[in-house]
């Protein structure tokens, strides 16, 4: 096989299609049939130097590929079936990856340390290959520069792979030892000084234990800072982005560097090339994100002398640092607007000014008003821009009391720029930071009101004029309106707005089919504005809303009249149904909320329903998701009458509930399932055994998304309210999966924050459905099914109280299971709760939270417990 190997690889990358499908075929059953041969045969072919590059490279892919996937269950399955693999192949593999460390192809080398390293990603957790990390070690003593260079990849590589508890804290010292000597000035190779300085950089994490050392860590620092100096510029920018990352993960270690820092930081801001300038600067953006967490995390009432670890870095580089970001802003690029990935000097400067004003607030203000004042009128456009951005990035951090007179003396200038500017990019910024004026100094919060009787009408006239610009201005000036309108989301009855109500529908109308309305996100930014100017519409425009059903579903109908589409114009015709369902969901809740309107959006309820199965019908993921939450909208508006359309609905609610791949789909209609419930009660009924059937299949899957498993337990809870004691033959499927998540997420003990946050909401799903069976067999003759559950259910509340990570919303719903399970149980609960290790302690907690809502929940539940208890 091994001549042929060779060949099917080249063919697989054949420009002939026949040819390379069949190659792949080839490989695909090779794999198949014999996967411990096929993987020896790819590591043979990547380790021989007298193979073409072109085989060697596609071999290396494979291999890498055949051990990693991004879907998690993938992945898992490509770990076990390597683990599985015999020894001595295992071996084998590894010696050619080694072998092919000292290849004198760079691809090849390249390629054998991304493959080792997704091996020792897999094998150092497990206490296997224990000789890899020394075996590299002695790898690069009186060697070519080559086989250094590819040695040191290799190393951060795996640096990149594994958790740095891996590895052993001396074979750590000897790694940073290695790449720091690696990225020395007086290292004369340039590939080798690079690759040292890319492995630092995946390193850093391990380097806890050395960063508090003050010698070590001030070598590390020196050798990163004299990199930023070197004359080859892509070791200037990894030792720039080594810097970054020593900024975020040590900020408390930075006080005696951070003057050198600055120093060299700004000279690249201004001399250096793009790419290196550009991570200067992130430099400084990561300090800000540090001291921004550090000052939410302890509030602002601390101080000075506080163990508050903040070094107030970016404030005492103020009086340097704004001038240098000020500068960049002027380093604009002619097309920046219209592309949507761009990112460069001017915009990176922009949002580390944005940054810094967060970080520092009001100091900032008289730093840069004078720069706005001195430009916003000159002659180049680069200017007025530079000037009209600066403005808007210091209208979020700074008080009202310091903004609001600014804001006042310029808004006019504003709006006749936007209209009369000659750049469309000084539009573009001025339309953005109109946005941001009325997103941060304008509602019912505000003191003194920016926007008055006097200049709305003026304001509305401007920003719909500017609807008719360029996509990115008309893009900027909808986020203008967006924020304009939620203002006044809370003054109840009247709107300012309300006059101009009709001419603001119809412009967003008008900017949906403009020819160009695909550029620039403009026609999804016109669908935004127009649901929130809906959202926030008054009592007085009802009418109007009304009259935008029609309008709606008309459009609707013709995304769904289309025939043949090609593969770009269905993805056109997916994204807007999408946006019109939303439009729709919106429209329906808004509706729905009073009982006169409810009563005239009646008549279009049959219509709408219908045209929503039509978008079922087109069968597409992305409509499925806006399509059905506008279903859920309509379930709650309609009521017990939503009965009628489940049985053409129900087919579409089953697929929704298969589809693992797009588990935000999947998620969505278990959210759906709990919305018809509370609609229908118990006229569900008929529906309930495909419904619990697929339930309980999602939950056994280990394909599905950990994310949509708390929401089935809540619905759980939602269909046994709806059904009440038809629950029964549901229990025993149904209880024992509560029970054993139950046990899963009660102890935390060494999670990270994003698993606790998950444990909390697995927690919170389970007691929802605990709460919703007692609750549903409650007064009901078939009580005492539960009373065999109740052991388990208090058990459970027992262990997450010992464990004290509950979060507020947790707390209630415990707390409530607690009351649910005596007022359901009565005196079989009153014993069982009096035995309970915790029940007591946790009812006085709940009882003297601050949290008004956890309070009112524990005095409901102390009456309940009492009465059990009595009886």
């Given at each position: 096989?091994?001549?042929?190997?060779?060949?099917?690889?080249?063919?697989?990358?054949?420009?002939?299609?026949?040819?390379?499908?069949?190659?792949?075929?080839?490989?695909?059953?090779?794999?198949?049939?014999?996967?411990?041969?096929?993987?020896?045969?790819?590591?043979?072919?990547?380790?021989?130097?007298?193979?073409?590059?072109?085989?060697?490279?596609?071999?290396?892919?494979?291999?890498?590929?055949?051990?990693?996937?991004?879907?998690?269950?993938?992945?898992?399955?490509?770990?076990?079936?390597?683990?599985?693999?015999?020894?001595?192949?295992?071996?084998?593999?590894?010696?050619?990856?080694?072998?092919?460390?000292?290849?004198?192809?760079?691809?090849?080398?390249?390629?054998?340390?991304?493959?080792?390293?997704?091996?020792?990603?897999?094998?150092?957790?497990?206490?296997q290959w224990p000789e890899l990390i020394g075996s590299l070690l002695s790898n690069v003593h009186q060697v070519p520069p080559h086989v250094k260079q590819a040695t040191l990849e290799t190393l951060g590589y795996i640096?990149?792979?594994?958790?740095?508890?891996?590895?052993?804290?001396?074979?750590?010292?000897?790694?940073?030892?290695?790449?720091?000597?690696?990225?020395?000035?007086?290292?004369?190779?340039?590939?080798?000084?690079?690759?040292?300085?890319?492995?630092?950089?995946?390193?850093?994490?391990?380097?806890?234990?050395?960063?508090?050392?003050?010698?070590?860590?001030?070598?590390?620092?020196?050798?990163?800072?004299?990199?930023?100096?070197?004359?080859?510029?892509?070791?200037?920018?990894?030792?720039?982005?080594?810097?970054?990352?020593?900024?975020?993960?040590?900020?408390?270690?930075?006080?005696?560097?951070?003057?050198?820092?600055?120093?060299?930081?700004?000279?690249?801001?201004?001399?250096?090339?793009?790419?290196?300038?550009?991570?200067?600067?992130?430099?400084?953006?990561?300090?800000?994100?540090?001291?921004?967490?550090?000052?939410?995390?302890?509030?602002?009432?601390?101080?000075?002398?506080?163990?508050?670890?903040?070094?107030?870095?970016?404030?005492?580089?103020?009086?340097?640092?704004?001038?240098?970001?000020?500068?960049?802003?002027?380093?604009?690029?002619?097309?920046?607007?219209?592309?949507?990935?761009?990112?460069?000097?001017?915009?990176?400067?922009?949002?580390?000014?944005?940054?810094?004003?967060?970080?520092?607030?009001?100091?900032?203000?008289?730093?840069?008003?004078?720069?706005?004042?001195?430009?916003?009128?000159?002659?180049?456009?680069?200017?007025?821009?530079?000037?009209?951005?600066?403005?808007?990035?210091?209208?979020?951090?700074?008080?009202?009391?310091?903004?609001?007179?600014?804001?006042?003396?310029?808004?006019?200038?504003?709006?006749?720029?936007?209209?009369?500017?000659?750049?469309?990019?000084?539009?573009?910024?001025?339309?953005?930071?109109?946005?941001?004026?009325?997103?941060?100094?304008?509602?019912?919060?505000?003191?003194?009101?920016?926007?008055?009787?006097?200049?709305?009408?003026?304001?509305?006239?401007?920003?719909?004029?500017?609807?008719?610009?360029?996509?990115?201005?008309?893009?900027?000036?909808?986020?203008?309106?967006?924020?304009?309108?939620?203002?006044?989301?809370?003054?109840?009855?009247?709107?300012?707005?309300?006059?101009?109500?009709?001419?603001?529908?119809?412009?967003?109308?008008?900017?949906?089919?403009?020819?160009?309305?695909?550029?620039?996100?403009?026609?999804s930014s016109a669908y935004e504005t127009l649901n929130e100017v809906v959202r926030c519409s008054t009592e007085e425009t009802a009418r109007l809303v009304l009259e935008l059903v029609q309008v709606i579903m008309q459009?609707?109908?013709?995304?769904?009249?289309?025939?043949?589409?090609?593969?770009?114009?269905?993805?056109?015709?997916?994204?807007?149904?999408?946006?019109?369902?939303?439009?729709?969901?919106?429209?329906?809740?808004?509706?729905?909320?009073?009982?006169?309107?409810?009563?005239?959006?009646?008549?279009?309820?049959?219509?709408?329903?219908?045209?929503?199965?039509?978008?079922?019908?087109?069968?597409?993921?992305?409509?499925?998701?806006?399509?059905?939450?506008?279903?859920?909208?309509?379930?709650?508006?309609?009521?017990?009458?939503?009965?009628?359309?489940?049985?053409?609905?129900?087919?579409?609610?089953?697929?929704?509930?298969?589809?693992?791949?797009?588990?935000?789909?999947?998620?969505?209609?278990?959210?759906?399932?709990?919305?018809?419930?509370?609609?229908?009660?118990?006229?569900?009924?008929?529906?309930?055994?495909?419904?619990?059937?697929?339930?309980?299949k999602d939950l056994s899957s280990n394909q599905l998304h950990r994310s949509v498993k708390p929401p089935i337990f809540s619905c759980f809870g939602d269909i046994a309210l709806a059904i009440g004691e038809n629950f029964?033959?549901?229990?025993?499927?149904?209880?024992?999966?509560?029970?054993?998540?139950?046990?899963?997420?009660?102890?935390?003990?060494?999670?990270?924050?994003?698993?606790?946050?998950?444990?909390?909401?697995?927690?919170?799903?389970?007691?929802?459905?605990?709460?919703?069976?007692?609750?549903?067999?409650?007064?009901?003759?078939?009580?005492?099914?539960?009373?065999?559950?109740?052991?388990?259910?208090?058990?459970?509340?027992?262990?997450?109280?010992?464990?004290?990570?509950?979060?507020?919303?947790?707390?209630?719903?415990?707390?409530?299971?607690?009351?649910?399970?005596?007022?359901?149980?009565?005196?079989?609960?009153?014993?069982?709760?009096?035995?309970?290790?915790?029940?007591?302690?946790?009812?006085?907690?709940?009882?003297?939270?601050?949290?008004?809502?956890?309070?009112?929940?524990?005095?409901?539940?102390?009456?309940?417990?009492?009465?059990?208890?009595?009886?």
């Open positions: 096989m091994a001549m042929e190997v060779t060949q099917v690889l080249l063919s697989a990358q054949s420009v002939d299609s026949t040819v390379r499908k069949h190659a792949e075929e080839t490989l695909k059953q090779f794999q198949e049939q014999n996967l411990p041969v096929f993987l020896l045969s790819l590591s043979a072919e990547l380790a021989s130097e007298e193979k073409p590059v072109d085989s060697r490279r596609l071999a290396g892919l494979i291999l890498k590929n055949a051990l990693d996937a991004k879907e998690q269950h993938r992945k898992y399955e490509l770990v076990q079936r390597w683990l599985s693999l015999d020894v001595a192949v295992k071996s084998q593999i590894r010696a050619y990856l080694l072998q092919t460390l000292s290849s004198t192809v760079s691809d090849a080398r390249s390629t054998a340390s991304q493959v080792i390293a997704k091996v020792a990603g897999i094998e150092l957790p497990q206490k640096c990149e792979e594994v958790s740095p508890d891996v590895i052993e804290q001396d074979q750590v010292n000897k790694i940073l030892t290695l790449v720091v000597q690696g990225m020395n000035a007086n290292e004369a190779n340039i590939d080798v000084r690079l690759a040292a300085t890319r492995a630092l950089y995946n390193a850093l994490g391990f380097a806890q234990a050395n960063f508090s050392n003050d010698m070590e860590r001030d070598y590390i620092m020196r050798v990163v800072c004299e990199a930023t100096l070197s004359p080859e510029v892509k070791i200037r920018q990894a030792s720039y982005e080594c810097l970054v990352s020593i900024g975020s993960t040590y900020y408390e270690k930075l006080a005696p560097y951070i003057q050198d820092i600055f120093n060299i930081t700004s000279k690249a801001v201004r001399e250096d090339e793009e790419q290196v300038a550009l991570q200067a600067i992130e430099f400084w953006s990561s300090i800000c994100d540090e001291e921004i967490d550090i000052l939410e995390e302890y509030g602002g009432d601390f101080t000075a002398d506080s163990d508050v670890p903040c070094y107030y870095f970016i404030k005492q580089a103020l009086p340097a640092l704004v001038p240098l970001l000020l500068e960049t802003l002027l380093k604009q690029e002619e097309d920046q607007d219209q592309d949507e990935g761009a990112w460069n000097l001017a915009m990176a400067g922009g949002t580390c000014l944005g940054l810094v004003v967060r970080t520092v607030g009001d100091d900032i203000v008289p730093l840069v008003m004078p720069f706005i004042e001195e430009n916003l009128s000159k002659e180049d456009w680069r200017r007025r821009e530079a000037a009209t951005y600066a403005f808007g990035s210091i209208l979020e951090g700074p008080s009202p009391d310091k903004l609001t007179p600014i804001v006042n003396v310029a808004l006019n200038f504003m709006l006749t720029a936007l209209t009369k500017d000659p750049s469309s990019h000084v539009k573009d910024t001025t339309a953005w930071t109109l946005g941001r004026i009325f997103e941060f100094l304008h509602g019912s919060a505000v003191e003194n009101p920016i926007i008055t009787p006097s200049n709305c009408q003026q304001i509305v006239t401007v920003l719909l004029e500017s609807m008719k610009d360029a996509p990115n201005v008309a893009e900027k000036a909808c986020g203008a309106l967006y924020f304009l309108t939620q203002g006044y989301e809370d003054l109840g009855s009247t709107s300012p707005l309300t006059p101009y109500f009709q001419d603001i529908v119809q412009c967003l109308l008008n900017v949906t089919h403009r020819e160009d309305a695909a550029e620039s996100r403009l026609r459009e609707l109908h013709k995304t769904l009249e289309a025939q043949k589409l090609s593969s770009d114009e269905r993805e056109k015709q997916n994204e807007l149904q999408g946006l019109l369902c939303g439009c729709l969901q919106v429209i329906i809740q808004k509706l729905g909320v009073s009982e006169a309107t409810k009563f005239a959006f009646m008549q279009y309820a049959d219509q709408i329903m219908s045209l929503l199965l039509g978008v079922f019908a087109c069968r597409s993921a992305t409509v499925h998701e806006e399509a059905m939450l506008s279903i859920g909208a309509l379930a709650y508006a309609t009521g017990p009458n939503f009965a009628k359309y489940m049985p053409d609905f129900y087919k579409y609610l089953e697929m929704g509930l298969q589809n693992f791949e797009e588990y935000q789909v999947c998620s969505v209609t278990v959210g759906i399932v709990g919305d018809i419930c509370r609609a229908l009660e118990d006229k569900i009924l008929p529906y309930c055994d495909g419904i619990m059937t697929q339930l309980l029964e033959k549901y229990l025993m499927y149904a209880m024992p999966m509560l029970q054993s998540a139950a046990e899963l997420s009660a102890h935390t003990s060494g999670a990270d924050d994003e698993m606790i946050e998950y444990t909390n909401l697995l927690r919170n799903g389970i007691l929802e459905a605990y709460s919703g069976i007692f609750q549903g067999f409650k007064n009901s003759p078939k009580t005492q099914l539960l009373i065999p559950y109740a052991p388990h259910a208090l058990q459970f509340l027992d262990s997450i109280y010992m464990e004290k990570d509950m979060d507020d919303i947790v707390m209630k719903t415990a707390i409530e299971v607690l009351g649910d399970l005596a007022d359901t149980l009565g005196s079989n609960a009153g014993s069982l709760i009096q035995q309970s290790m915790s029940c007591k302690d946790f009812l006085n907690e709940c009882l003297s939270s601050e949290d008004h809502l956890i309070k009112e929940s524990a005095e409901w539940a102390r009456l309940a417990i009492s009465r059990a208890i009595s009886v």
